[in-house]
């Protein structure tokens, strides 16, 4: 089964940017379904951000949308989250999560059950 491990995450100030990345195992990656999900303290786990197994479309949070840019990288099996703007409510430990084939639903980009695989998670703080 392919491994996800994430890395990028740190302490930045209110309006900085970020850029976290998930480091996938092997190529079958590739032709996986791919997200980032973030969860608070004392909060439950939410979507922020995924994109087809093609590279195209990719789907956003409200919350993220015109801040936070999803893309990924075929040659290296990278997943990335490029993050501008961040705010202290942004603060959380953010996950990436795969699954393997394609989906055929919006609905199922955004829900943390539609993904088998889970990374560790890398730690964002936004200090106001």
């Known amino acids: 089964q392919v491994q996800l491990v994430e890395s990028g995450g740190g302490l930045v100030q209110a309006g900085g940017s970020l850029t976290l990345s998930c480091a996938a195992s092997?190529?079958?990656?590739?032709?996986?379904?791919l997200g980032w999900f973030r969860q608070a303290p004392g909060k439950e786990r939410e979507f922020v951000a995924a994109i087809s197994w093609r590279g195209t479309p990719s789907y956003y949070a409200d919350s993220v949308k015109a801040r936070f840019t999803v893309s990924r990288d075929y040659d290296t099996y990278t997943l990335i989250l490029k993050m501008n703007t961040l705010k202290p409510e942004d603060t959380a430990v953010y996950y990436c999560?795969?699954?393997?084939?394609?989906?055929?639903?919006?609905?199922?980009?955004?829900?943390?059950?539609?993904?088998?695989?889970w990374g560790q998670g890398t730690q964002v703080t936004v200090s106001s």
């Open positions: 092997d190529s079958t990656v590739n032709g996986y379904e």
């Open positions: 999560a795969a699954n393997p084939g394609p989906f055929y639903s919006t609905t199922s980009y955004h829900e943390q059950r539609s993904y088998p695989i």
